[in-house]
């Protein structure tokens, strides 16, 4: 299994102890584990309020989703010095993975219920408004940027409701056969605008999406080294754990 | 006496209790509904005949040990009590507790009652109880999508302890800000409990944490020693809140694997040293809230030390369940990652060969969301890797566990699932060889199924008899 390539990935993982909720470091774990068991060294960097993050060097990004609280605390330190360069590079390509809170602030803006308009990074042109219900339960979708029949599953549990508009080619990442998605109304679910990829997906998402897992590492692979492939893995219980979500919540 | 209506809910209520011991089903909350709906004061007019009062517990993890500690306690205080033992902790299995325990006449002749309370009803149960006083253990992130979110959890029981009569009194955590965050408006008084001992837990921050923030002003807190989670010793630089000085401290701790703790406690009343009969260092919590709500109701100390070394592993946590020929099992609930953590170092601790079974479910009592597997530090399992004979996951959830399990390190292939709950266990109990200890590790639903398994296969421990 070990090709001894020296290859070496850097991840920014914003926030790691604001944006922490619903089991989201599951997905640095699986990035790091996919990574070595293919002869890559991953090395994972955190960035939290007041640190430094050198998009520039990065080949990832990760950022999770937090409470309505901790995304206040580091909302100014997000605006004023991450975000507009963690923008930039996306636009250039960097790989990015935003889950809920983090996909959220990565709009143009969340309109609270009292119309009030929080503004976002304006990567993704997407925007969300406050729900008055939760929308909770397990998603399965269909990925075609994945592969032709690929699925996507994981869990949601968000009260805002996120439209995308159509600036540079942005998509759902995926469209549900079950579950809400973005808003519960169009069956998007996420968004991919260049390698940027947003998600109210937990679960987390990547542990049970090899194939998205795999999507973000080459992506960064061709980047820093030009291509070079991943080699293939089992993916026994990736699988297996996938097929269980798919099959018992998804519509036949 | 009860006035007619009140009567009819009650007699309708022990009709209800008695069909379902008749026929067992029907559940442990349906008969309290049934009496609330004919007569919705009921609770309230049981509750307020108990001469000595009630005490409330809440909290996230710890509230069915604590209040069952205090429970063996008030007993060999000799005095009657009202308990909600079968962990049915909604208003509608609270009310069936108060009825079952009053006389057909509608008298409740017991000294005290012991509540234990889920966090999302207390106010409601402090409108109708009026508690002598309410201890709150802890918070954690627990079945999020039942709650929403862990500040609502928190304010909530702020809420509930400022709807309490005057001469009521809060029993706070002192080592869990956001518990403690509670005594800062609190107009009452408060009885904080707290553990001054630096031998266990550690200078840094470890696995799932919670939140460091302080819930007064939002800014980081700063910490001088963490035991786990969001628990440790701390204070805010922003706004001076800080770690409360307990009036109930442990200074001196000696755990013991297996076979539980013992520890100091400096009280009002004096320094004693107790012993645990139960194991865990959260569970020196649990025993610490019970010791400052005995304090609080004037038990004796006599009681108080004969309860808690008296008092076995509650209903799956960490129980030990007896085979033959040097074989051993354990058996102790997870459900969230800070008592999975937990449970894991106990794991960790006892030393020898081992097996290990998983069971994750995901019906609405175990919390549909299982992405808090992978806040579990599962990964400090590393250590006894060499130890681990053999692995097994069942349940709804049994193949995200062995996912999870296969990202701690351990192969794929030595990793083995069995979707029902009983098989996995006949398979793994028929594996575990003459000394090798077999560790169960259900989620609540699987709990159930597990106990119904092992029942079957023949291994019940006494101690399950409730
Ligand atoms: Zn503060």
Known sequence: MSKTSNRTLTLIHLYPDLLNLYGDRGNIITLRRRCEWRGITLQVHSASLGEKAAFDDADLVFMGGGSDREQTLLFQDFQQHKGPALVEAAEGGLPLLSVCGGYQLLGLYYRTHTGEEMPGLGLFDAWTEAGSTRLIGNVVAQAPLLGEQATLVGFENHSGRTFLGSRGGIQPLAQVTAGFGNNGDDQGEGAVYKNAVGTYLHGPVLPKNPALADWLLSKALERRYGGGSLSTLQDTWENRAHLSVAQRFGKK | ?466
């Open chain 2, 1 to 466: 006496m009860l006035s007619p209506r009140l009567l009819a809910g009650l007699w309708m209520g022990k009709t209800a209790i008695w069909l379902n011991r008749r026929f067992g089903h029907g559940g442990t909350s349906f008969p309290g509904g049934i009496g609330r709906r004919v007569a919705p004061q009921i609770l309230t007019a049981l509750a307020r005949q108990l001469k000595r009062g009630a005490m409330v517990v809440t909290g996230t993890n710890g509230k069915t040990t604590t209040s069952k500690m205090l429970a063996a306690i008030v007993e060999k205080s000799s005095l009657t009590l009202t308990h909600n033992r079968a962990g049915a902790n909604l208003v509608g299995g609270i009310t069936t507790a108060f009825i079952d325990s009053a006389t057909i006449g509608g008298s409740i002749t017991s000294d005290l009652g012991i509540i234990e309370v889920d966090e999302a009803t207390i106010p409601q149960l402090v409108r109708e109880v009026q508690p002598k006083g309410v201890v709150v253990t802890n918070f954690f992130r627990d079945q999020l999508d039942r709650f929403g979110e862990l500040d609502k959890t928190v304010s909530l029981v702020g809420e509930a302890l400022r709807l309490l009569p005057v001469q009521s009194i809060a029993v706070l955590n002192a080592d869990d800000p956001l518990v403690a965050s509670l005594g800062k408006d609190f107009p009452g008084r408060v009885l904080y409990f707290g553990i001054d001992d630096r031998s266990y837990g550690a200078r840094e921050m470890l696995q799932s944490a919670e939140t460091r923030f302080c819930r007064l002003c939002g800014h980081p807190l700063t910490y001088d020693w963490f035991f786990f989670g969001q628990l440790g010793h701390y204070r805010c630089s922003h706004c001076g809140f800080e770690r409360p000085e307990p009036k109930i401290k442990v200074t001196g701790i000696q755990l013991k694997g297996e076979e539980g703790s013992a520890f100091t406690v400096e009280t009002p009343r004096g320094t004693w040293q107790l012993e645990l009969s139960t194991p865990g260092f959260y569970n020196i919590y649990n025993a610490l809230a019970a010791i400052a709500s005995a304090i609080r109701l004037d038990l004796p100390e006599k009681a108080i030390r004969a309860g808690l070394q008296g008092y076995r592993t509650n209903f799956g946590r960490m129980e030990r369940i007896e085979l033959e020929d040097g074989r051993r099992a354990f058996l102790a609930l997870i459900k969230n990652p800070t008592g999975c953590d937990e449970v894991i170092r106990t794991l960790v601790q006892n030393r020898g060969p081992k097996r290990l079974l998983v069971i994750i479910n995901d019906n609405a009592a175990d919390g549909r969301d299982i992405s808090w597997l992978w806040d579990a530090d599962f990964e400090s399992l590393e250590p006894v890797y060499p130890e681990l004979r053999s692995v097994f996951t069942s349940g709804l959830r049994g193949e995200d566990m062995a996912l999870r399990l296969n990202y701690t390190g351990i192969p794929a292939e030595s990793i083995r699932y069995e979707a029902n709950v009983e098989s996995a266990i006949r398979s793994a109990l028929e594996m575990t060889e003459p000394g090798e200890t077999l560790y169960i590790l259900p989620t609540y639903t699987a709990l159930l199924e597990s106990k119904a398994a092992l029942t079957r296969l023949g291994h019940s421990p006494h101690y399950w008899e409730e």
